[in-house]
């Protein structure tokens, strides 16, 4: 049975029997079989944002057009079914062992595709905004976050930016509107200025669509004196 279907029939609590994915009962959240199928193939992905591009490609055009203000993006898949349904579990399942498991997923990507030295010196969430947090309960980013860094064996820092306003959910939004909807929303927070200088932070997130949220975070932290920038993302939206 799929998870949407516990969900709906009230069984959420059964989830953690099952895996994510097939819903077949095995103990295991992501089953053997569904990992094998949906997180073994490698593909190859453009080096600033993560888009699939062809094979000799090295960066997408959009990134060619227009470098952004991040150094790269790590993701652990593409954002489509059934592993969308792994994010959403996030929200209506068993939050705490979702997390870990996506985390899992990512860092095993991370171990993959990211030589050791590239690892940032400290991990952030992309901040929830006050209001968005109260609503929620909870930052998905962070949850993803906290076990990512612990697997990579860095600090987390989840403090270290804000939302310094309020924005319209970026989802709700026309991806020519996001950009200008996130500008400036994010700032260091005084406490932690002296963490960025010269830093390699990682930010992470639970999906990646447009990057405009992405991009100006790094511009962000750039501005205040950080080396580079890397995203790490659960799951990355294709192409339309
Ligand atoms: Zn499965
Ligand atoms: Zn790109």
Redo the contacts with the bound molecule.
């Keep these: 049975m799929k998870l949407m279907q516990l969900i709906s029939k009230g069984c959420a609590h059964l989830i953690p029997n099952s895996c994510l994915l097939c819903g077949i009962e095995k103990n295991q959240l992501i089953c053997s079989e569904c990992h094998s199928q949906f997180f073994e193939a490698a593909s190859v992905r453009?080096e600033?944002?993560?888009?699939p591009v062809g094979p000799v490609d090295a960066?997408?055009g959009?990134?060619l057009a227009q470098r952004?203000a991040y150094d790269s993006t790590t993701v652990a898949c593409d954002y489509m079914a059934p592993l969308d349904q792994l994010v959403l579990s996030l929200k209506f399942g068993q939050r705490l062992p979702v997390a870990a498991a996506l985390a899992n997923l990512l860092a095993a990507s991370v171990k993959k595709t990211v030589p050791p030295p590239e690892i940032p010196d400290l991990f952030i969430p992309v901040p929830l905004s006050r209001e968005r947090l109260a609503e929620r309960g909870f930052n998905q980013a962070l949850e993803i976050a906290r076990p990512l860094a612990k697997a990579l064996n860095r600090p987390i820092s989840p403090n270290l930016l804000h939302r310094v306003r309020h924005t319209t959910a970026q989802s709700l939004l026309h991806p020519d509107q996001r950009h200008e909807n996130i500008m400036h929303a994010f700032s260091p927070n005084r406490r932690y200025k002296d963490k960025i200088v010269g830093q390699h932070i990682g930010v992470v997130d639970d999906v990646m669509t447009t990057g405009a949220t992405l991009h100006e975070i790094a511009a962000c932290l750039k501005r205040h004196g950080a080396g580079r920038v890397s995203n790490f993302v659960f799951a990355r939206t294709p192409p339309h």
């Design positions: 453009c600033f944002c993560a888009i960066r997408c959009q990134c952004p």
